[in-house]
């Protein structure tokens, strides 16, 4: 019986030195010939693109699978009522314009020789009508006219003098140009029109679909024809760069890791040629082991996510493939 529990007891010894000295390995970390090594995954960012905004598809002009450039035409809107829209747009400035430069500009010389003109005639009635009430109140006594007539001509008269005054105020206006209100409120107006007419403007331009960025196109959700608004996804682009690796470092080895630390970075598939890289960002929040290494004696160990940056990554790096990181030994990163 005693032989049996020693038996037991030695067994469970050996597991557990196993245990302690695979864990490291088990999380992604090991140490080879005096090099720190990390697993990690290939992460690549993908992008939605779409139109920003509503219309027809008239072209598609890449398919999945192609390779396309930064600002790269991907696909055309029909632009004929963009195009209509814009130019409404801007005959809508044109005419703001051209208002705020009569305002500016104010009245023209004939119009003020007309008003004056104007004017002189109304004083010339003006003084025939004060000489025809004079006239009129000088034979009322007589009875040669009727009192009816006196009152008519005092009306006629009254009245004279009115246009003339008017006539001498519209005169004044032109002479004086224009209220500065009718300026600003005129300037106001041809703002409004010239942001309404660069967002026509801008429309238009969106009806080409441009690639952000080099990439390789994963999807083509879309085909010619579609009506589709700016919430809908036309392509997926996979960006070229930047190509990052996610790792994780446990808490007790974290001092080994720094941003900026150069490392290398090997595939399964060409583990002769490695990319370099360096450590840009350590996560300041621990988290416990995600999944993707996950082993039942580690549920509860916490673990840094670290993000390294490619410098000069290869075709044969793709999104979410297995990747080694090796970091320099302390000497070697202390030089």
Do not use: C
């Not at 814009?86 to 009245?107: I, V, W």
């Not at 009430?133 to 000088?138: D, G, K, S, Y």
Request: avoid cysteine; hydrophobic fraction near 45%; charged fraction near 25%.
């Amino acid at each position: 019986m005693r032989r049996v529990a020693l038996i037991l007891l030695l067994l469970t010894a050996a597991i557990a030195a196993g245990w302690w000295f695979d864990a490291p390995e088990r999380l992604g970390w090991m140490e080879t010939n005096q090099h720190q090594i990390l697993y990690g995954n290939v992460d690549i960012r993908q992008v939605s693109l779409g139109f920003r905004v509503s219309g027809r598809i008239a072209e598609l002009l890449v398919d999945e699978g192609d390779a396309v450039k930064a600002g790269d035409v991907l696909a055309r809107l029909d632009a004929e009522p963009l195009k209509q829209a814009l130019d409404a747009a801007k005959a809508e400035a044109d005419a703001h314009r051209a208002a705020l430069a009569k305002l500016k500009t104010g009245a023209r010389k004939g119009e003020i020789a007309q008003a004056q003109a104007t004017y002189e005639e109304r004083l010339a009635e003006l003084e025939h009508a004060k000489l025809a009430h004079e006239r009129a109140e000088r034979l009322r006594p007589a009875g040669t006219i009727s009192q009816a007539e006196l009152d008519q001509a005092s009306a006629t008269r009254t009245a004279a003098v009115a246009r003339a005054a008017s006539a001498r105020e519209a005169l004044a206006l032109l002479e004086e140009g224009s209220r500065p209100e009718d300026i600003t409120a005129a300037e106001a107006q041809l703002a409004a029109a010239e942001a309404k007419a660069a967002s026509a403007r801008i429309a238009f331009e969106d009806a080409a679909l441009l690639a952000p960025s080099d990439g390789i196109v994963l999807s083509r959700v879309r085909e010619t024809g579609a009506i589709v608004s700016p919430a809908d996804t036309v392509y997926v682009l996979s960006l070229t760069k930047p190509v990052w690796v996610r790792a994780y470092v446990p808490e007790t080895d974290l001092g080994r890791v720094h941003p900026g630390m150069e490392v290398a970075v090997t595939s399964d598939t060409s583990p002769e040629r490695p990319y370099r890289g360096t450590v840009g960002f350590i996560s300041p929040v621990a988290e416990f082991t995600p999944k993707s290494v996950e082993t039942p004696e580690l549920r509860t160990d916490l673990v840094y996510r670290l993000r390294i940056v490619v410098n000069e990554p290869g075709p044969d790096l793709r999104q979410g493939m297995p990747v080694t990181i090796h970091l320099q030994p302390k000497e070697e990163a202390s030089r």
